[in-house]
Every structure is written in structure tokens, then in C-alpha cells.
Nanobody
């Protein structure tokens, strides 16, 4: 059974950091493109960061460049999103997604499996 379970969300103040985790089961990380998406209130779901399956290349959306870091621990079947210098605009539900044949990494429809999401709230 395929599962993706996110954790690590919470309430933080502007400028602080959080590390999100996504632990997967039922498939291997190496064979899938793994991505972090987020959905802010009233907005469309948007890609944040991902690791491409064939190449291992990590991509960052503009909202994440310079502030977020994507890492992968194959032994733990877990990916992480280290988020720094958080801003109120980063408030959203963050989702982990996996796909085996992803071509356009920022298109949600390309992904086969999704986690339930974890809430991140940045507020003073």
C-alpha cells in the first residue's frame, strides 16, 4: 500500500525556520520524482521544490530559492524540506507528492500519489 505521510508543520513567527518531513511506504524514493507542493488559502496549489527521478536533480520554485532546501534520505524513505526565513506568505498546507513518469515537475496532475498535508502557519 502506497503512503506518503507529512509531518513537521506548525506555527512559527516570521524569520523562523521549520523542517518538514515526508516518509513514504509502498515504493522506493529512487524510482520516483518527489515534490513538495503547497496550497495557501484562496490560492491554487503550487510547486515548491522537487527531486527529479532519473537525474537526481533538485529544483526550486522562485518562492523557495535561497530559503528552502530539499534533501532525501533513501535509507529512511524520507524526504525533507528545510524552510528558513519564513514569511507570512508561506502560510499554507504543504503536501508531498510522488510520480513515476513526471515530465513537468510543477504540474500536480503529473503526480500519482499524495500525502494528506501538513499545515504551516507563519504569523507574529
Amino acid at each position: 500500500q502506497v503512503q506518503l505521510v507529512e509531518s513537521g508543520g506548525g506555527l512559527v513567527q516570521p524569520g523562523e525556520s521549520l523542517r518538514l518531513s515526508c516518509t513514504v511506504s509502498g515504493f522506493t524514493l529512487e524510482g520516483h520524482t518527489i515534490a513538495w507542493f503547497r496550497r495557501a488559502p484562496g490560492k491554487e496549489r503550487e510547486g515548491v521544490s522537487c527531486i527529479d527521478s532519473p537525474s537526481g536533480t533538485i529544483y526550486y520554485a522562485d518562492v523557495a530559492k535561497g530559503r528552502f532546501t530539499f534533501t532525501r534520505d533513501n535509507a529512511k524513505n524520507t524526504v525533507y524540506l528545510q524552510m528558513g526565513r519564513l514569511e507570512p506568505e508561506d502560510t499554507a498546507v504543504y503536501y508531498c507528492a510522488a510520480g513515476s513518469t513526471v515530465i513537468s515537475v510543477w504540474l500536480p496532475d503529473e503526480y500519482d500519489f499524495w500525502g494528506q498535508g501538513t499545515q504551516v502557519t507563519v504569523s507574529s
